[in-house]
């Protein structure tokens, strides 16, 4: 007769990007009593990077227990973006049930598809809550209708169709059972409740051999690599001698020599763990992804786990603009292969090789993967450039794929003719499309994900600013012929080195768009704007008013000067063409051209064309 561990549950909360995840964690958290009474906590305590904080948006998993009624529900808040559901897919493993997040307005995302995709195929229990009740135009029914729809669509079994449904609102840390705001408890206990209702506890098997698989990666540099996962199988206790299976089979013996468990923010050392359990080891090097830790004398692996492969790539390059190491700490290439090879520590979705002196190909999981790494190394001190992303095509079954991404759109009712234009001159088919009658379309398309890089500009600008679109990795598919990417308009690039000057951008804001405000030191070959045609223009933003002693009937006329335009780092990425760099600082973020001077660029282009 199998038993279970009535005191223990597993679960993850899993949602689409900015659903709420992270502040009903946060509340389950302060409502739970682990906290001191005088104990000072933040908002999103979960979200501990910086970047995770501004942005709103969680990057890597996190492990928190809470307390409640004699047991102890560990939960894993995942990633909502699709740059990150590797992550999302490695914890479904460690869990028994899923709490899915869904917006009371938005309702089902693609990346709500995507992960409750990833939750059914495992086979685990769901709880569905309708989040952010109190929001304005909130809709819970027709969402719980919707997301009823999505478990049909995708297959779910009878049990798992039987979903129990909370309204919640996180922010306020208030839960019921019924779908009115104005009935709302106090608290989330209808959803404590619900969790030891309805999550399966683990089966207890804590007397068989030992089996445990680290699911997750941490770094420290006082212990190295930490592998954090669940024991599946028996008991570990410190001490005691164990072998590591790789994922290649090789094994190699060692002895526990540090384990730690999880109680609201903290880690806390344990002397022994048992089957269910979720922990943290330290202290075995070069400890990895799906490594399986079992009895020297009973050595059997888990099945191994699957690792998104990258589907971008950028090119990392030692900074030598004409402004190199005048505003980064760390500015050799040493230094910066350094820095890549300890993000290779903990992110299993990454890859870092030489490509020749001062150059690496970095390749990850999309635009916003590599970006915060990239953010990351500008915050620390780090100075480098980077070219133009690109997607990696395979080959498979003897046909060149490349990656296809499905693409969800909110917008407008006025802009949806110009939408579909766009996204179907970059070889995008659509799929679906719902006006769901308050003057909102919702488009869905399969696009190849070279088609979206820079996209997201322009449909902003497209949509004026009212569109929302989401996208998530859907599979290789052949390769489309011809181009579906790049930038369509030329840029305005400077042909001097010095200081731009009001008078020199007044005479050139109607050959386009500036970027640089007055006072900016700039250099040639460096981009100052875009120009307002399809080919690039050599101008001079350095130039100064000639001063003379003869006054003019206009002279005092007051000249406004148009704001430029300052893009971020991940509208500089998206915006870079085939021949350019971004030039990236802990100061500055500039957009250059790979080749600085104008002759020998015109040179080059002249003979790359004479070459096709």
């Not at 090789?353 to 690496?360: P, T, V």
């Not at 449909?459 to 679109?469: D, H, Q, S």
């Not at 990795?473 to 840029?491: E, L």
Request: contains cysteine.
């Amino acid at each position: 007769m199998t038993t279970e561990r009535r005191d223990l549950r597993n679960i993850a909360i899993i949602a689409h990007v900015d659903h709420g995840k992270t502040t009903l964690v946060d509340q389950l958290l302060k409502q739970s009593g682990i906290f001191r009474s005088n104990e000072q906590v933040d908002d999103r305590a979960m979200d501990s990077d910086a970047i995770e904080r501004e942005r709103g948006i969680t990057i890597l998993a996190k492990n928190t227990a809470v307390e409640y009624k004699d047991t102890k529900i560990n939960i894993l808040d995942t990633p909502g973006h699709a740059d990150f559901g590797g992550e999302v897919e490695r914890i479904l493993k460690m869990v028994d049930g899923v709490i899915l997040v869904v917006d009371a307005y938005e309702g089902c995302m693609p990346q709500t598809r995507f992960v409750l995709k990833k939750a059914l195929e495992e086979n685990l229990k769901p709880i569905v809550v309708v989040n952010k009740i109190d929001r304005e135009f909130a809709r819970p029914e027709e969402v719980v209708d919707e997301v009823l729809e999505l478990f049909i669509e995708l297959d779910a079994n009878d049990e798992q169709l039987e979903f129990p449904v909370v309204y919640a609102s996180g922010f306020n840390g208030t839960a019921s059972l019924d779908s009115d705001p104005a009935s709302q408890d106090e608290t989330l206990e209808v959803l404590y409740d619900a969790i030891l209702e309805h999550i399966p506890a683990p089966v207890d098997n804590s007397d068989e051999p030992l089996q445990f698989q680290v699911s997750l990666l941490d770094y420290s540099d006082y212990v190295g690599r930490i592998g954090i996962g669940r024991v599946f199988r028996g008991t570990m206790k410190l001490g005691q001698q164990v072998t590591v299976i790789k994922r290649d089979g090789k094994m190699k013996n060692f002895r526990v020599t540090k384990m730690s468990g999880f109680l609201g923010l903290k880690q806390i050392e344990i002397k022994e763990a048992f089957a269910g359990d979720l922990i943290a080891i330290s202290g075995i090097e070069g400890i990895d992804v799906s490594d399986t830790i079992c009895p020297v004398d009973h050595p059997e692996a888990l099945p191994a786990l699957h690792i998104d492969e990258p589907t971008l790539q950028m090119r990392f390059l030692v900074n030598n603009s004409p402004f190199a190491g005048r505003e980064g700490k760390w500015v050799t290439s040493s230094k910066i292969e350094e820095r890549l090879n300890a993000q290779l520590q903990t992110d299993v979705s990454l890859r870092v090789e030489s490509s020749g002196a001062d150059s690496w190909i970095v390749s990850g999981r999309g635009e916003l993967h590599l970006s915060i790494l990239v953010e990351n190394m500008r915050r620390e001190g780090f100075e480098l450039q980077v070219a133009k992303p690109e997607v990696i095509e395979r080959e498979i079954d003897g046909k060149l794929c490349e990656p296809i991404e499905r693409v969800q759109i909110e917008i407008p009712e006025e802009h949806t003719g110009s939408v579909i234009e766009s996204l179907a001159s970059r070889h995008g088919e659509m799929i679906d499309m719902v006006n769901n009658g308050t003057g909102t379309v919702r488009l869905i398309f399969q696009v190849p994900a070279r088609g979206l890089i820079g996209y997201t500009t322009e449909f902003l600008t497209m949509t004026r600013g009212y569109g929302i679109l989401n996208h998530t990795f859907d599979s290789y598919q052949p390769k489309s012929s011809g181009r579906s990417s790049g930038r369509a308009i030329g840029v305005l690039v400077s042909m001097e080195n010095g200081t731009a000057t009001p008078y020199s951008i007044l005479n050139v804001e109607e050959r386009g768009t500036i970027f640089v405000e007055p006072g900016t030191e700039i250099y040639e070959g460096m981009i100052v704007g875009e120009h307002n045609r399809d080919t690039d223009l050599t101008v001079n933003l350095t130039r100064a008013k000639q001063q003379s002693n003869i006054r003019t009937a206009n002279k005092d006329t007051t000249v406004v000067i148009k704001k430029p335009r300052i893009m971020t780092l991940e509208e500089s990425l998206e915006y870079l063409d085939d021949d350019e760099y971004c030039e990236i600082t802990p100061l500055s973020i500039r957009l250059r051209k790979k080749i600085l001077g104008k002759s020998e660029r015109e040179r080059v282009t002249k003979k790359s064309k004479s070459d096709k």
